[in-house]
């Protein structure tokens, strides 16, 4: 197969530096819904339409390739490089830094454009085998390949589009009085559906003084419940809340900080890690089969 073939993926990854260089990291809510679903909707039935009309063609060919699955992966290696190489920050610090590695987004690759184009590559070619196979005619492994090709594709998929969608909101919850004003990553005030109030707080200490860990007992209209730190507490679908921080002037704390963690697609996550697990037990399962048909024969 012609290298040529493969020249949109360089032009595609150039333009995604120069991008980069010229206009920073993707706008937070640049893939938002719905742009998102529409984008995954139009995406899908792309590949779909090249696997079952234009299965002979060149682009079909050359994207559902061995050879473009290992492109897409030594790119993802050097894209795994870089994050390891380079401290990752904030979009607002990283837009600070300076030199040559700042200007390519180095310091938060996974926000920038040159990073998009490479996991639309990397989707693109997991989609296309992922399709390919399920269209076929040939119907071994069928089941276990779709669980984990799609499933990854899936959870790949909904992790990247989640930060767009994904809010956390800051809110100091204080002793005796009511709050439901909380804070964006911007500062910006957000008026919450309902109120906080601290009700109790005990704390564990080291024998050095530290502490060894806190929990805060947190009402909440009528209801209250406990959080301990690090111990997050799921309050609705796709939302978390965390004990992030206490008052630390005062023997008593008189307020805690919660964090209220939005991420609407992490159920989408988990159901591509469910699917891509179950594969694997499939497939496990399946090669003890044919081993012990083979021992039997």
Same mark, same amino acid.
């Given at each position: 197969m012609?290298s040529?073939v493969?020249?949109?993926v360089?032009l595609?990854?150039?333009? @995604?530096c120069l991008l980069?260089?010229? #206009?920073?990291?993707?706008?937070? /809510?640049f893939?938002s819904?719905p742009?998102?679903?529409?984008?995954?909707m139009?995406?899908?039935f792309?590949?779909f339409?090249?696997?079952?009309?234009?299965?002979?063609?060149t682009?079909?060919?050359?994207?559902?390739?061995?050879?473009m699955?290992?492109?897409?992966?030594?790119?993802?290696?050097?894209?795994?490089?870089?994050?390891?190489?380079?401290t990752?920050?904030?979009p %607002?610090?990283?837009?600070s830094?300076? @030199?040559?590695?700042?200007?390519?987004?180095?310091y !938060?690759?996974?926000?920038?454009?040159t990073f998009?184009v490479?996991?639309?590559w990397f989707?693109?070619? &997991?989609?296309m085998?992922?399709?390919?196979?399920?269209i076929s005619k !040939?119907?071994?492994?069928?089941?276990r390949?779709?669980?984990?090709?799609?499933?990854?594709?899936l959870?790949v998929f909904?992790? #990247?589009?989640?930060?767009?969608d %994904?809010?956390t909101?800051?809110i100091?919850?204080?002793? !005796? &009085?009511t *709050?439901?004003?909380?804070?964006?990553?911007e500062?910006?005030?957000?008026l919450?559906?309902?109120e906080?109030?601290l009700?109790d707080? *005990?704390?564990a200490?080291y024998e050095n @003084?530290?502490?060894k860990?806190?929990?805060a007992?947190?009402?909440c209209g009528? %209801?209250?419940?406990?959080l301990?730190? *690090?111990?997050p507490?799921?309050?609705?679908?796709g939302e978390?809340?965390?004990?992030?921080g206490?008052d630390t002037?005062?023997?008593?704390?008189?307020?805690?900080? &919660?964090?209220?963690v939005?991420?609407?697609? =992490?159920? &989408?996550?988990l159901? @591509?890690?469910?699917?891509?697990?179950?594969g694997?037990?499939l497939?496990f399962?399946? /090669?003890?089969?044919?081993h012990?048909?083979? =021992?039997?024969?």
């Amino acid at each position: 197969m012609k290298s040529g073939v493969y020249l949109p993926v360089f032009l595609s990854l150039a333009a @995604g530096c120069l991008l980069q260089i010229l #206009f920073g990291y993707i706008p937070a /809510g640049f893939f938002s819904f719905p742009v998102n679903l529409i984008i995954a909707m139009l995406w899908i039935f792309g590949m779909f339409h090249l696997e079952r009309n234009c299965r002979e063609s060149t682009t079909t060919a050359v994207l559902s390739s061995g050879h473009m699955t290992i492109l897409v992966l030594c790119m993802i290696a050097v894209g795994a490089l870089i994050t390891g190489l380079f401290t990752q920050m904030s979009p %607002e610090k990283a837009a600070s830094m300076g @030199g040559f590695a700042g200007k390519m987004g180095f310091y !938060n690759f996974t926000g920038t454009w040159t990073f998009s184009v490479i996991l639309f590559w990397f989707l693109t070619n &997991l989609g296309m085998v992922t399709i390919r196979r399920i269209i076929s005619k !040939n119907r071994n492994m069928r089941w276990r390949f779709f669980l984990n090709h799609a499933g990854l594709w899936l959870a790949v998929f909904a992790c #990247f589009i989640e930060k767009a969608d %994904e809010t956390t909101l800051s809110i100091p919850v204080f002793r !005796n &009085l009511t *709050n439901r004003t909380a804070y964006n990553q911007e500062g910006r005030p957000v008026l919450l559906d309902r109120e906080f109030t601290l009700r109790d707080f *005990n704390m564990a200490l080291y024998e050095n @003084g530290a502490p060894k860990r806190y929990t805060a007992t947190i009402g909440c209209g009528n %209801e209250s419940f406990i959080l301990e730190v *690090n111990r997050p507490l799921s309050s609705g679908f796709g939302e978390d809340i965390y004990l992030s921080g206490y008052d630390t002037e005062n023997i008593t704390p008189e307020y805690c900080t &919660l964090l209220i963690v939005r991420q609407p697609y =992490k159920w &989408l996550i988990l159901a @591509g890690i469910i699917m891509t697990m179950a594969g694997a037990v499939l497939m496990f399962t399946g /090669g003890i089969k044919r081993h012990n048909a083979k =021992k039997s024969a």
